[in-house]
């Protein structure tokens, strides 16, 4: 079975698999987690080994890496999140990507003389829905006390922890405009007024006390509390259209996911708005082609893979949207027909420089970003798939005051 579209692939003892990098690997017997910083990895590991479930580990991993890897994802972001339930063999979704602003209407934005959505500032700011993502995750699954899960994130981001060379350095912050000109965006990321460098000791002392806040208040600090009023001045500061009601408002949304099979596996991911369609489309049009003979890497398998998403996603960007606001095709994306139409347009010998979308007879196609992903196993077999995002880039370039953290820009 396969959340989110990653595979969880076995290997015995005396066949380790090939690495082509040197990140160490995270062990436990009481389960696995899987995460792009070994500290966020370790921390879900002891979450595990203290008794907690494959939920609570994927919270605690979250929470540190909002800190140690601002560039992709952080409370300021929104989640997307698969959870098998061992116990019913039940897979459940949660959509917590959170919602614009009531007042951020097309008239308001022209009266700012702008003519389309803006990747940078207040008004490509949606609700951030993390926070909410972690409550709503924890109230249906969670085994271990909420404020213990975010206690290692609070001890880093109080006393400090070295940056790795994969977020720091003149390709990492030093290179990311939008902290540049930003006061205090760099208040919070670049001490000393420069871009820390990888085995800089970085400390985030107001992103500790936000996460406190969380710890013990849980959403409602977020989205009523402290951390709410930083956020609405922020948006007040620049001219936003955010209420406190914006805020309070917004919940998650627990959704049926949609699936295929690929080869035998099961394949699950979130429907529209988010964008998981595309990762099946892929799969159902890979699975034409005989890649196993083809090998590995070899140069067929990577130009069927690389023509298969490109299909997919001039699919994505024509057809999917909020379904709240348009209808949208997901069963026909993610079928086996379309796949077969799909692959037939890929030249065994030829890259398709232009991409058309496909034509569906149940809807008409209108005109038509950074990311962290972790998982995490505990030993009773329950499976968490976790995306969380800034969406692109550091994110919108708003920093709500004294609170540590980025706002994502996934309105824009």
Same mark, same amino acid.
């Given at each position: 079975?396969?959340?989110? =579209?990653?595979?969880?692939?076995? !290997?015995?003892?005396? !066949?380790?698999?090939?690495? @082509? !990098?040197?990140?160490?690997?995270?062990?436990?017997?009481?389960?696995? %987690?899987?995460?792009?910083?070994?500290?966020? #990895?370790? =921390?879900? =590991?002891?979450?595990?080994?203290?008794?907690? &479930?494959?939920?609570?580990?994927?919270?605690?991993?979250?929470?540190?890496?909002?800190?140690?890897?601002?560039?992709?994802?952080?409370?300021?972001?929104?989640?997307?999140?698969? %959870?098998?339930?061992?116990?019913?063999?039940?897979?459940?979704?949660?959509?917590?990507?959170?919602?614009?602003?009531?007042?951020?209407?097309? /008239?308001?934005?022209?009266?700012?003389?702008?003519?389309?959505?803006?990747?940078?500032?207040?008004?490509?700011?949606?609700?951030?829905?993390?926070?909410?993502?972690?409550?709503?995750?924890?109230?249906?699954?969670?085994? +271990? @006390?909420?404020?213990?899960?975010?206690?290692?994130?609070?001890?880093?981001?109080?006393?400090?922890?070295?940056?790795? @060379?994969?977020? =720091?350095?003149?390709?990492?912050?030093?290179?990311?405009?939008?902290?540049? &000109? &930003?006061?205090?965006?760099?208040?919070?990321?670049?001490?000393?007024?420069?871009?820390?460098?990888?085995?800089?000791?970085?400390? &985030?002392?107001?992103?500790?006390?936000?996460?406190?806040?969380?710890?013990? /208040?849980r959403r409602d600090a977020f989205y009523k509390g402290p951390i709410a009023q930083a956020i609405l001045e922020a948006s007040a500061e620049t001219g936003g259209a955010f209420t406190?009601?914006?805020?309070?408002?917004?919940?998650?949304?627990?959704?049926?996911?949609?699936?295929?099979?690929?080869?035998?596996?099961?394949?699950?991911?979130?429907?529209?708005?988010?964008?998981? %369609?595309?990762?099946?489309?892929?799969?159902?049009? +890979?699975?034409?082609?005989?890649?196993? !003979?083809?090998?590995?890497?070899?140069a067929r398998t990577l130009h069927v893979m690389i023509e298969a998403k490109k299909l997919a996603y001039a699919d994505l960007l024509q057809y999917v949207g909020d379904p709240r606001?348009?209808?949208?095709?997901?069963?026909?994306? %993610?079928?086996? @027909?379309?796949? /077969?139409?799909? #692959?037939?347009?890929?030249?065994?010998?030829?890259?398709?420089c232009l991409v058309t979308p496909a034509s569906l007879q149940s809807i008409a196609a209108t005109p038509g970003a950074d990311t962290i992903y972790l998982s995490a196993v505990d030993? /009773?077999?329950?499976?968490?798939?976790?995306?969380?995002?800034?969406?692109?880039?550091?994110?919108?370039?708003?920093?709500?005051?004294?609170?540590?953290?980025?706002?994502?820009?996934?309105?824009?």
């Amino acid at each position: 079975m396969i959340a989110l =579209a990653f595979l969880l692939m076995a !290997q015995t003892a005396s !066949q380790p698999p090939a690495r @082509e !990098q040197a990140r160490s690997v995270v062990m436990t017997r009481y389960g696995i %987690v899987a995460a792009s910083q070994t500290l966020a #990895a370790a =921390a879900g =590991a002891k979450v595990l080994e203290q008794g907690g &479930n494959a939920v609570d580990a994927a919270i605690a991993a979250n929470a540190v890496l909002g800190l140690v890897e601002p560039t992709g994802n952080g409370i300021g972001g929104d989640l997307f999140a698969i %959870v098998y339930e061992a116990a019913s063999g039940k897979v459940h979704g949660l959509n917590a990507s959170g919602w614009a602003p009531a007042g951020l209407t097309p /008239e308001f934005l022209e009266a700012q003389g702008l003519k389309k959505m803006p990747q940078l500032g207040i008004h490509s700011v949606t609700v951030p829905g993390a926070v909410a993502g972690w409550d709503a995750l924890h109230r249906k699954f969670g085994r +271990m @006390e909420w404020a213990r899960l975010f206690a290692p994130a609070i001890t880093y981001a109080e006393e400090g922890f070295p940056l790795t @060379e994969l977020i =720091a350095g003149p390709k990492g912050w030093g290179a990311v405009s939008v902290l540049k &000109n &930003n006061p205090r965006a760099q208040e919070v990321y670049w001490p000393g007024g420069k871009p820390p460098q990888a085995g800089d000791i970085f400390r &985030n002392p107001l992103l500790a006390k936000s996460l406190r806040l969380i710890a013990s /208040e849980r959403r409602d600090a977020f989205y009523k509390g402290p951390i709410a009023q930083a956020i609405l001045e922020a948006s007040a500061e620049t001219g936003g259209a955010f209420t406190a009601a914006d805020l309070a408002e917004f919940e998650p949304e627990w959704v049926e996911p949609v699936s295929t099979t690929y080869r035998g596996w099961t394949v699950y991911e979130l429907p529209p708005n988010g964008q998981g %369609v595309a990762a099946l489309e892929m799969l159902n049009i +890979m699975e034409r082609f005989p890649l196993r !003979q083809w090998g590995h890497n070899s140069a067929r398998t990577l130009h069927v893979m690389i023509e298969a998403k490109k299909l997919a996603y001039a699919d994505l960007l024509q057809y999917v949207g909020d379904p709240r606001f348009s209808r949208i095709p997901a069963a026909e994306i %993610v079928s086996k @027909e379309l796949a /077969e139409k799909r #692959a037939a347009l890929i030249h065994p010998a030829k890259a398709a420089c232009l991409v058309t979308p496909a034509s569906l007879q149940s809807i008409a196609a209108t005109p038509g970003a950074d990311t962290i992903y972790l998982s995490a196993v505990d030993a /009773e077999g329950n499976i968490v798939s976790l995306i969380q995002s800034n969406y692109m880039g550091f994110g919108s370039g708003v920093v709500p005051p004294g609170a540590g953290f980025m706002l994502q820009n996934r309105g824009a």
